[in-house]
């Protein structure tokens, strides 16, 4: 069984790891929002006031601390206005970007902020900087935050909400690269500082504003937008998705995949700490105190659709594949807490990487569930320094880290330490030194499985869940790990 070496010092803090890089992302776009969340107050599944219940309660127990919306791509074609008032009388309009279908409009900002609510997170919008105007980005703002009299406040009202929402994310546009009106840098650049000027801040509401970021690796993008308008925002985001294969000649399938594809799936999982590390730097010239924070707000791996599924509904299943993809992916983002704030995987049920999988009333959890669950200890914990020594392993000409760890201790005292092993063929094992706190009352939980495929399905929900987790010893300060082929395993530490 190969070796490997952890050495966690526990009385070295490295500052908070955000719980919003536990954040995540919903767009209109297949069954996302219409059957993943809401199914209207008529549906004989069981919902309230149109939500479902079952996804409510599921995603609840994962903490979920920041939900985007409305989009990605949706969001540059998307008008809030058509979507407040009665119901019955809201615009229908084709989504274009996403299938074709007809978007009737009934989810829109009180049916948002309501969900918003359910789950007790934080709002997170993106506004329309495509195909929208200032006024329109405007007036969102005021309807959804202004307190007292104004003409959106008013409508709101009208429409049945006292109350401003406290609202802290925005994002002006989404990827403006591409489907967000296809700009160069300078001239996003020069927008961004125009539309955000008109992201106001009403009363006590303080807005983050974030400006929209690169694709994977356009350095000159994140190069000009900081070098012009670094004073303007608070976050600039980042998107990068996990693809085996090809955007456009073949992605690969989420479970049908040949064996060589696991390594290849790891390595561009990992690619994401190049990217940061890189974008960082060019923020670090015009940003050396890190006030703006890396917004990482799409993330996750990207498959082929499901056969017979509409093409533009981008639904994938979910193997222990993706739960590694997620096990690494977080560690990483915890281990750049200094410059990031947030990520946002997409996209929570029915698309992308979800967390859910719903068909009709049933409901499925997936392996990447499972690990945003484990992982949830992590959120708004001090990340504790560790070093580590793990064999590499080989795809394609590229190597990786056969093991990823990451530690903190979180409010109440306790250490806890997340561990991947992405070889899919052989154990390892793992020795910590753990210096400068007692090492009692370890418990740990484990997800694998023995096939690379292994997944979760409607007939067989539990096939893949976390379990406990024993295979450990426990000597002195020193610990020591067999870590399963293709496991993702989380332990608590006591003083
Ligand atoms: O998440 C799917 C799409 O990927 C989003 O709409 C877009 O922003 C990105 O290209």
Not at 436 to 443: D, H
Request: charged residues 25%; aromatic residues 10%; contains cysteine.
């Amino acid at each position: 069984m190969s070796q490997h070496k952890v050495v966690v010092n526990t009385d070295v803090k490295q500052g908070t790891i955000n719980k919003n890089i536990y954040g995540h992302f919903a767009e209109h776009l297949g069954r996302c929002i219409y059957e993943g969340f809401w199914v209207g107050e008529d549906s004989s599944i069981p919902n309230t006031n149109g939500i479902r219940n079952d996804v409510v309660e599921a995603l609840k127990n994962i903490n979920i601390p920041v939900l985007r919306w409305p989009g990605g791509c949706f969001a540059d074609e998307y008008h809030w206005k058509d979507g407040v008032g009665p119901r019955e009388n809201r615009k229908r309009m084709v989504n274009t970007h996403w299938g074709g279908v007809i978007e009737n409009n009934h989810f829109g900002t009180h049916e948002f902020m309501m969900l918003c609510d359910m789950l007790e997170t934080e709002p997170y919008i993106c506004g329309n900087v495509g195909s929208g105007t200032i006024q329109e980005m405007s007036e969102w703002v005021e309807y959804m935050t202004f307190d007292g009299e104004s003409p959106m406040a008013n409508w709101r009202q009208e429409n049945g909400r006292e109350e401003s929402w406290p609202l802290t994310y925005f994002g002006v546009g989404n990827e403006n690269w591409g489907c967000g009106g296809n700009m160069r840098p300078q001239y996003y650049a020069d927008l961004y500082r125009r539309f955000q000027t008109y992201v106001r801040n009403y009363g006590d509401n303080k807005i983050y504003r974030i400006a929209g970021g690169p694709n994977v690796d356009d350095y000159n993008w994140t190069e000009v937008l900081m070098r012009e308008a670094t004073d303007f925002m608070d976050g600039l985001s980042l998107h990068y998705y996990t693809i085996p294969g090809d955007f456009w000649l073949g992605k690969g399938s989420a479970t049908d995949f040949p064996e060589d594809e696991w390594a290849i799936t790891m390595q561009k999982a990992y690619h994401i700490q190049e990217l940061i590390e890189k974008h960082s730097t060019i923020m670090d010239k015009y940003d050396p105190e890190k006030r703006v924070g890396l917004i990482i707000d799409e993330w996750g791996t990207w498959f082929d659709v499901e056969e017979g599924t509409n093409p533009g509904f981008l639904y994938q299943q979910n193997t222990i594949r993706d739960a590694l993809v997620a096990g690494v992916s977080l560690n990483i983002f915890n281990d750049h807490n200094d410059r990031v704030q947030m990520a946002n995987i997409a996209q929570t049920i029915n698309v992308l990487q979800s967390m859910i999988l719903t068909d009709e009333e049933k409901m499925i959890l997936t392996p990447t569930y499972h690990v945003f669950e484990m992982y949830k200890v992590h959120q708004d914990a001090e990340k504790v320094a560790l070093d580590l020594e793990t064999d590499t392993l080989k795809a394609g000409d590229k190597e990786m880290p056969q093991i990823t760890a990451s530690a903190s201790q979180n409010k109440e005292g306790k250490y806890h330490i997340s561990l991947c092993n992405v070889d899919k063929d052989n154990e390892a094992e793992v020795t910590i030194d753990w210096r400068g706190a007692g090492l009692a009352n370890v418990n740990g939980r484990v997800l694998t499985a023995d096939e690379i495929d292994a997944h979760n399905t409607f007939e067989n929900p539990d096939n893949i869940k976390p379990v406990e987790y024993q295979d450990f010893q426990v000597n002195d300060n020193q610990l020591t790990l067999q870590l399963p082929a293709k496991s993702v395993v989380v332990l608590s530490v006591e003083e």
